[in-house]
Structures are given as C-alpha cells and as structure tokens.
C-alpha cells in the first residue's frame, strides 16, 4: 500500500461544480507535490509545497487552487474546469526540500463532464 | 529538443529475458537520476534512485548513469509478467524541487 493516501479515487463533475481533492501523509516528508498526468504522458508537475508554504506554482489556470493546512495534508480546490482537465491528479511528497525519491499516491482519476 | 528523451516502445519481450530500458538528457546540471513503475490507472512507484554517475543494484534490477554520455539505463533481469508495465526515468538538478520526466516506456513481459 502506497504510503501518500488521496481520495477520492474517482471524481466526475460538472463545468460548474466546485470540489477538492485531497491528499495525506504521515512519513514526516516536508515537501508535497501536486501533478497531473493525462493518458500516455509522463507526470506535469502543477504546485511544490515546502514547508507548508507553497514553492511552485507552474503557472497553472487559477480554476486550480492548492491549500495545504497543515504538514501531512495538501489539497486542490477544483473550480469552473473545463473538459480537457480531465486526468488523473497525483499526489506525492519527498524529504526535505530535494526533489529525490519522491513517494506517489495511487492518484484521483478525475472526469469534467 | 526535450529535456529527457524516451522511447516510448511499446517494447514486449518473453519472460525471462533481460529487458533494457534507456534515456537521454540534455541538462548536464541534472545530478539525480530516477526510474519508476507504473502500473495502469496507479500513481508511479520509485524503482531505484541514483545519485552521479555509477551502477546501483537492486534484486533484479540495475540501474546505470553515465554523466559524460548524459545516458541513464534500468536493465531488468528475469523478467516476469509482473513486471509488465510503463517505466518513466526521471531526474531533477541538486537542490532541485522539480522532476523531469521522460516520456516512459510501455513495457511488456509474455508468458
């Protein structure tokens, strides 16, 4: 079992809809990322998190809205999306502030309908 | 030209056989050299970390940097059917935040 829990597993909503997705961690990792990953590509990274403070953000849309309240949780607030959004969002988190060795979640498949 | 170059595949190969994934990279600042697993519809699993250049051994798996070729390899020994799945090689610049991805290797191991 992965170590980085996100949930939901699956998502599907409406151009209107506001939800979040969530993510935790309890490996005491100070660095928590968001990506998103559309079919056949390779990870793109979104927001980086240090120390509860956010690091990066990869010019992402603002209908993408990252929180993270505390050290073990982040989350990303999904509002207005549009279909081409649709993808699967990963979590993962490292030690420290190097990006090396990072630990994944499972993922949350997300559908905008 | 990208950052890091991947042969996408699909790559199937026998059980058994010895199974040699590849990348290339352009940035010769990058310091870290990663190589995950991802099974369908999963998040990607790390493999195996290397830190410069060398060799590091993990059970069936070998990972390799050349820094001077700017050349990373995971060769996978024995393969099974399990290890059926793709194979992103990443790296990151020391005091780096940020992954650079290949585009992964669709890989898979016949019965």
């Known amino acids: 079992d992965t170590e980085v829990t996100q949930t939901p597993k699956h998502l599907v909503m409406g151009m209107t809809n506001k939800k979040s997705l969530k993510c935790e961690q309890h490996m005491g990792h100070r660095a928590m990322y968001w990506y998103k990953q559309k079919a056949k590509k390779p990870p793109e990274l979104m927001f980086v998190y240090s120390y509860e403070k956010l690091s990066i953000n990869e010019s992402v849309p603002s209908r993408f809205s990252p929180e993270c309240p505390n050290s073990s949780l982040l989350n990303l607030h999904l509002h207005a999306l549009q279909p081409e959004d649709s993808a699967l969002y990963l979590c993962?988190?490292?030690?420290?502030?190097?990006?090396?060795?990072?630990?994944f979640g499972s993922g949350t498949r997300l559908t905008v309908v | 030209q990208k950052e890091v170059e991947q042969d996408p595949g699909p790559l199937s190969v026998p059980e058994g056989a010895i199974v040699s994934l590849n990348c290339t990279y352009s940035n010769s600042a990058f310091q870290y050299f990663m190589w995950y697993r991802q099974y369908s519809r999963k998040g990607p699993e790390l493999l195996m970390y290397?830190?410069?250049?060398g060799n590091k051994e993990d059970g069936r798996f070998t990972a390799q940097v050349d820094k001077s070729s700017k050349y990373i390899s995971l060769f996978i020994r024995d393969s099974q059917p399990s290890d059926s799945a793709t194979y992103l090689c990443a790296m990151s610049e020391k005091g780096a935040q940020k992954l650079v991805f290949g585009q992964g290797t669709r890989l898979t191991i016949n019965p």
């Open positions: 993962a988190s490292s030690q420290g502030k190097r990006a090396s060795g990072y630990t």
């Open positions: 290397t830190y410069s250049s």
